[in-house]
């Protein structure tokens, strides 16, 4: 028996694009996010929304000047849309893998990374997906956490796990870290005491970030107590800044490595050595498209044949 041909106005609202834009406004409840993350106008979401509420007869949303909350009927309309998105999606990845991946996809990284292999990563997309573009944003972790969550990125590597409900934690790559700073201001010779780096003038990341409560963790109370001391979000300004005899720094060695060979910077010898640093890939659990996940693999593997 032939199936019954959907209605035209059915079949019109009844787009992947629209359920999709139903997806992430119900995930976001916010219009400018969905519309920057989707790259439209807002008028073109709140379109696809009306045309899905006229077909289906109900309300999605409940809207007001503070917040769009999803309907009862909304809540109902989320668990089949998801439903047909994953099958979409494995759809598209199954016939798909004859053809190269293409599209956008916004990344954001910490320093340290852009630093080391982050170059590395591009080399590699450019010759295994050519057709993939990416952008790409440099910030601390809790301003890649918070592009993250507003849906401004797809994913970043930072240096702690995204507190979010809908994002995955992957721990990729580990860098152990030394105290470095220009040979003339402290004796190669000597190994120093922590009472002794203390007193060394300090170059400090700022507060409450994952680079200043590891230091915090090293230095205990003689950090919390220290009175001056400089600080910056910027590894390039902290590089700068101790190969210019301004202080000593924390930071891994894979990032400095020319200023170790050319002797710019020099490893100062400690007795209590620092506990190596953990990088996080954050990504939306879902969807995963086809170029998502590629981007995603290459990073992986990208952190792992580089910390080898």
């Known amino acids: ?43 073109a979401i709140s379109s696809r929304i009306s045309s899905l509420e006229e077909v289906l007869g109900v309300r999605l ?8 909350e999803l309907t009862p009927e909304g809540h109902e309309a989320l668990r089949l849309t998801e439903i047909v998105l994953d099958n979409a999606d494995t759809l598209a990845e199954r016939f798909s893998r004859s053809r190269d991946p293409s599209g956008l996809v916004r990344i954001g990284v910490v320093e340290t990374v852009a630093r080391t292999w ?27 956490h918070a592009m993250l969550k507003s849906s401004a990125i797809s994913m970043c590597v930072s240096m702690a796990p995204a507190e979010l409900s809908d994002v995955s934690n992957e ?3 580990r860098y152990g870290m030394e105290w470095v700073a220009d040979p003339r201001i402290f004796d190669a010779g000597h190994v120093h005491t922590l009472a002794e780096l203390i007193r060394l003038p300090l170059i400090g990341y700022l507060a409450n970030s994952p680079p200043g409560d590891f230091l915090d963790r090293y230095f205990g109370d003689a950090y919390r107590d ?6 910056t979000n910027s590894m390039s300004t902290m590089i700068w800044l101790a190969e210019n005899g301004l202080g000593i720094a924390a930071i891994p060695p894979v990032a400095v490595a020319q200023h170790l060979k050319d002797g710019r910077l020099a490893i100062i010898a400690t007795e209590t050595p620092m506990e190596p640093v953990s990088f996080f890939l954050n990504h939306r659990t879902r969807p995963l498209s086809p170029v998502t996940k590629a981007v995603k693999a290459l990073i992986v593997e990208m952190a792992e044949s580089y910390r080898a």
């Open 1 to 43: 028996m032939d199936r019954p041909v959907p209605h035209p106005t059915v079949a019109s609202a009844l787009t992947l694009k629209n359920l999709r834009t139903f997806y992430w406004l119900a995930r976001y409840r916010n219009y400018h996010a969905v519309a920057r993350y989707l790259n439209v106008t807002q008028p």
């Open 226 to 231: 220290r009175t001056v001391h400089n600080s």
């Open 61 to 68: 949303f409940s809207r007001d000047n503070q917040s769009v």
């Open 171 to 173: 721990e990729i790559c």
């Open 118 to 144: 982050l170059p590395g990563l591009l080399k590699a997309l450019q010759e295994r997906y050519p057709n993939i573009e990416l952008e790409i944003t440099t910030e601390s972790t809790s301003l890649l």
